[in-house]
């Protein structure tokens, strides 16, 4: 079955430290999206990606980055610039062509990441 | 720019009670509207949607109708068991592929 596969499940990140999250699918959709999650609020968008190569900040860049060299893989790097990583990030993938639009986001089952 | 407000949680219900969860949505155009589920410690899941005006969106016993002339896309559930405890989002995306969240409602169902 195609879907999202989001690693590690838990991640713990001492403070300065750089820690990387995987995301991969298997869905052959162009689009792939970052979002973290606050206990109690919404989802907030971090960088998107329309097609290989490609990406662009969303509403809360600072102090992440991603990469988007093949089409399956959309991974996110928590820099020891972001002051205030605890969260859970959340990706998410949709076709392309307005895709989103029409069918909606399929989303992995996240990654709960905590500053040690 | 696009939004969406949803009624403020958590919402508490005793099994087989209905439920409502609203949602209000502002747009430039003319967006579909989503609702997805969240279960604990998992993803989101879509629910349900509606891409025009007067569309009724449906699964699992959720409902929702897109609303154009009141900007609403309430959903709803005749009656509620244990395992529709989540948070559920109210979404839509207006252009491209851009969604825009809620901030979720929490809904507890008791036994």
């Known amino acids: 079955d195609g879907g999202i596969t989001q690693s590690p499940k838990y991640l713990f990140r001492k403070e300065g430290q750089n820690v990387t999250l995987s995301c991969e699918q298997n869905?052959?959709?162009?689009?792939m999206y970052w979002y973290r999650q606050d206990p109690g609020q919404g989802l907030r968008l971090i960088y998107y990606s329309q097609i290989v190569n490609d990406f662009q900040k969303g509403d809360i860049a600072e102090g992440y980055s991603v990469s988007r060299e093949k089409k399956e893989s959309f991974p996110l790097t928590v820099t020891s610039a972001q002051k205030n990583p605890t969260a859970f990030y959340l990706c998410?993938?949709?076709?392309?062509?307005?895709?989103?639009?029409?069918?909606?986001?399929?989303f992995g089952s996240g990654t709960r990441l905590t500053v040690v | 720019g696009n939004s969406v407000t949803q009624m403020e949680g958590p919402v508490t219900l005793s099994e087989e009670a209905f439920l409502t969860i609203n949602c209000t949505y502002t747009?430039?155009?003319?967006?579909?509207l989503f609702w997805y589920v969240q279960y604990p410690g998992e993803g989101l899941q879509l629910l349900l949607k509606?891409?025009?005006?007067?569309d009724k969106g449906s699964n699992k016993g959720f409902e929702a109708t897109y609303r154009k002339e009141t900007t609403s896309f309430h959903l709803e559930k005749g009656s509620v068991q244990v395992s529709d405890s989540a948070v559920y989002f109210c979404a839509l995306s207006d252009r491209g592929n851009d969604m825009r969240f809620g901030a979720g409602t929490r809904l507890t169902v008791k036994p």
């Open positions: 998410a993938s949709s076709p392309p062509m307005g895709g989103g639009r029409q069918l909606g986001y399929t």
């Open positions: 747009a430039t155009g003319y967006p579909s």
């Open positions: 869905l052959n959709h162009d689009a």
């Open positions: 509606a891409t025009k005006a007067d």
